[in-house]
């Protein structure tokens, strides 16, 4: 079966090329994409001048209110979903998190749209600036919708969630969208956009899907576009550097794999609540996806004199973590997307093996299917060791670094180069403090518990 792109009003079936797309818990072919033959030019051009003037012609709360539509439709049809989701190695929690948390940002930015903004088509920011003493020369910030398009380029792990909260703040800001997602997963995206144009509730032209890759896309893109970007540091930095991009300073937002942290703070002992919401968090977000996200914890920071405790407490919880079908009574972890993210996430795995010791590592045999056992390693000397700061193995893999002073564990933190997320378990407000402000600025955000 050939996925389609919707593109110029039409669900069109690329013309040759084409990529073959596998079941990634079976192995077995499932679907074939490409997208030669198609105008890329026209596209944007559609998206602009047919879904941007729609969109421009409605208010902040009209466009609200049809993403509130757009959700309740959605949401009534979110079980049509679970078993494509499945195929890409998702289990039942994974794929909800990534079909109704999806679902659920389109509701969020619909409730922030219409309480935080005006029914209006221009948004006055802030108040009027005096520029003059007797108060005959004013100015006034406001905010009008760029007149291009965003072109989302979408990562393979959460098709639905990853392309949904990118479209929600675009429509809202009255901006069509052309969505490229990852074409491993695609047929997860080109259903629930099948959906979205089934429900008639978005103006012609405000979205469009490609499946396949993206072709000179870019070579046709303007100064009012917007790219947006979520996948691997190397192919973002070569997309950010495209010729056009730089020539017409396109907008361009980078959302890239990094080596996110979790400090355990030095006041938790073992018999603390916070040692136990750590050890359940790590474990979690070593599972979660089978450790296929971009927020997932990397590299476990924890007190050198209860390092045991955690390395024990972390290998306790794994061993009894199910890994199979996902669906299955009981199956907690399912597998990687696809067979070429086994072998990657295996060499990387490989490159940390040479460097430090395995604290555990899953032992359970597959027959079929892209699955990868968790592994865990522990790095003792973490200022010395420059390996765990470098390699991300992209899959249910973690580290644990021990530090002696609260000190050591942020600039610990810090030798990461900077990530998506990082989190701090204490029940230390100075300890909290000093977290947020000597290594928050390495961060996109701190989560405390």
């Known amino acids: 079966m050939k996925l389609k792109s919707y593109v110029l009003g039409n669900w069109i ?6 990529q073959n797309l596998y079941n990634a818990v079976t192995g077995e072919k499932i679907y074939e994409i490409s997208s030669e033959g198609l105008d890329f030019n ?65 509701f969020v930015f619909s409730s922030k749209s219409r309480r935080e903004l005006p029914d209006e088509k221009i948004w006055t920011e802030g108040k009027p600036e005096i520029l003059s003493k007797d ?3 004013v100015g006034q910030h406001v905010l009008v919708p760029l007149q291009g398009t965003a072109v989302h380029i979408n990562a393979y792990n959460f098709p639905i969630w990853g392309m949904l909260e990118k479209i929600a703040p675009t429509l809202i800001a009255g901006m069509p969208a052309v969505v490229k997602p990852s ?12 959906q979205i144009i089934e429900s008639k509730i978005l103006p012609e032209g405000s979205l469009q899907l490609i499946c396949g890759e993206p072709g000179n896309l ?45 400090i355990l703070g030095p006041d938790v002992t073992p018999d603390m609540p916070e040692f136990n919401l750590f050890i359940k968090e790590v474990v979690n977000e070593m599972t979660v996806k089978a ?15 209860i390092k045991e405790n955690v390395i024990e407490a972390i290998k306790a919880r794994l061993e009894k973590v199910k890994i199979g079908v996902p669906g299955k009574e009981g199956v907690r972890m399912g597998s990687l997307a696809d067979d070429r993210y086994v072998e990657l ?23 079929s299917g892209s699955f990868v056992n968790p592994v865990l390693f522990r790095c003792d000397n973490p200022f010395e060791t420059k390996e765990p700061h470098e390699i991300e193995a992209f899959g249910p893999v973690n580290t644990v670094m021990p530090y002696n002073t609260l000190d050591d564990a942020i600039e610990i933190a810090k030798l990461g180069q900077g990530s998506l997320v990082a989190s701090l378990f204490t029940a230390d407000n100075k300890a909290a403090k000093e977290v947020v402000l000597k290594a928050g600025a390495y961060h996109g955000r701190i989560m405390i518990i």
């Open 42 to 106: 026209k596209i944007l051009d559609y998206a602009r001048n047919v879904g941007g003037n729609a969109l421009r012609e409605m208010t902040f709360h009209q466009r609200g209110r049809m993403l509130k539509s757009l959700a309740q439709y959605l949401m009534k049809r979110k079980d049509e979903l679970y078993p494509l989701s499945f195929m890409t190695g998702a289990t039942k929690i994974d794929s909800w998190i990534d079909i109704e948390g999806g679902i659920s940002t389109l």
């Open 345 to 367: 996430v295996n060499a990387k795995i490989a490159e940390l093996k040479k460097t430090m010791p395995v604290a555990y590592e899953g032992d359970a045999v597959f027959e």
């Open 13 to 18: 079936e690329g013309t040759g090329n084409f």
């Open 183 to 194: 074409p491993i997963s695609a047929y997860l995206a080109e259903k629930m956009v099948h």
């Open 218 to 262: 870019l070579d046709h893109l303007t100064s009012q576009d917007v790219v947006t970007f979520t996948g691997s540091a190397a192919t973002g930095q070569k997309l950010k550097s495209h010729p056009v991009i730089i020539k017409n300073s396109v907008r361009f937002n980078l959302e890239a794999d990094s080596l996110n942290c979790s």
């Open 291 to 305: 450790g296929q996200k971009c927020t997932a914890i990397r590299r476990t920071i924890v007190p050198n004199e």
């Open 135 to 137: 108060g005959s020369f």
